[in-house]
């Protein structure tokens, strides 16, 4: 995705960490190295998942193992001496509301997950939601993609809608 609206930081302020949301495996490393030299850590946004709904349906316990981050609430956890409390955000999706689209736009929305991969992504919800008091969810439809005239929906995608309010 590319946008002209948001300056690139520095180099030196990216980090980029590769971890292993069903083994944990990294995850304590990414905490540690990103509060090194007595560093705050005030956000950690986890918007990594399996999104692909055929493959979810065919692998669910693998879709529920990704889409639940309790390796990473497990890590954040164990740091929380170090790291405190930072915001958590956490991506769900817009799937959860089984498909009725007019009902996603209203906060006491029941959710009513039809597919193995909204089960996973609410599963994943409900973790957070229990285990780490400080978060945010959000329930986006697609994020981003191609620009029109190919894009998918008629209407701004989500990062478009980030983007404009930064």
């Keep these: 995705y590319k946008s002209t609206k948001l300056p690139i930081p520095p180099e030196d302020?990216?980090?980029?960490y590769e971890v292993d949301l069903a083994t944990g495996e990294g995850a304590d490393a990414c905490i540690?190295?990103?509060?090194?030299?007595?560093?705050?850590?005030?956000?950690?946004?986890?918007?990594?998942?399996?999104?692909?709904?055929?493959?979810?349906?065919?692998?669910?316990?693998?879709?529920?193992a990704l889409n639940v981050p309790s390796k990473l609430l497990d890590?954040?956890?164990?740091?929380?001496?170090?790291?405190g409390e930072p915001l958590l955000i956490h991506m769900s999706t817009d799937q959860v509301y089984g498909g009725d689209e007019r009902r996603s736009t209203e906060d006491q929305c029941p959710a009513n997950p039809v597919n193995a991969y909204a089960r996973?992504?609410?599963?994943?919800?409900?973790?957070?939601?229990?285990?780490?008091?400080?978060?945010v969810i959000f329930r986006p439809s697609i994020i981003t993609g191609p620009q029109p005239p190919y894009a998918p929906v008629n209407r701004p995608l989500f990062l478009d809608f980030i983007v404009d309010a930064l």
């Excluded at 302020?13 to 980029?16: E, M, R, T």
């Excluded at 950690?44 to 529920?64: D, H, L, M, Q, R």
């Design 13 to 16: 302020d990216v980090h980029a």
């Design 32 to 64: 540690a190295d990103a509060t090194k030299g007595g560093e705050s850590l005030d956000l950690i946004v986890n918007c990594a998942a399996a999104s692909s709904p055929g493959w979810c349906e065919k692998n669910e316990t693998a879709a529920t």
């Design 75 to 83: 890590a954040m956890t164990a740091a929380s001496e170090t790291i």
């Design 120 to 135: 996973s992504k609410l599963k994943g919800e409900e973790e957070v939601a229990k285990r780490w008091a400080k978060h």
